[in-house]
């Protein structure tokens, strides 16, 4: 599920970084300050926490763990899975 979350929400908070740190006028965009495409060097996995997630919704809550998503929390509505689901948190170094 580790996968899953990271091609899902990986995109969206990398969108976000983009987006909120757009300089000025003009929005964000996916260049550096060379005008160079950004490019990601993938790294390796680490699986932080996990909890298994119903279809009536929950709360994954990573707290204070000394890693670089410390007090991140993620919340799934009601309905955003079909059914019971074990979902991993983590980063990539």
Do not use: H, W
Request: aromatic share 6%.
């Amino acid at each position: 599920m580790l996968v899953v979350l990271r091609r899902v929400l990986f995109p969206v908070l990398f969108g976000m970084l983009f987006v909120g740190c757009g300089g000025g006028g003009g929005g964000g965009s996916a260049a550096n300050e060379n005008n160079n495409p950004v490019t990601l060097v993938s790294g390796s996995d680490v699986a932080v926490t996990s909890k298994v997630i119903t279809p009536t919704g929950g709360i994954i809550d990573v707290g204070e763990r000394g890693t670089p998503i410390d007090n991140v929390q993620v919340q799934f509505p009601a309905g955003a899975l079909p059914k019971d689901t074990n979902i991993s948190l983590g980063y990539n170094t």
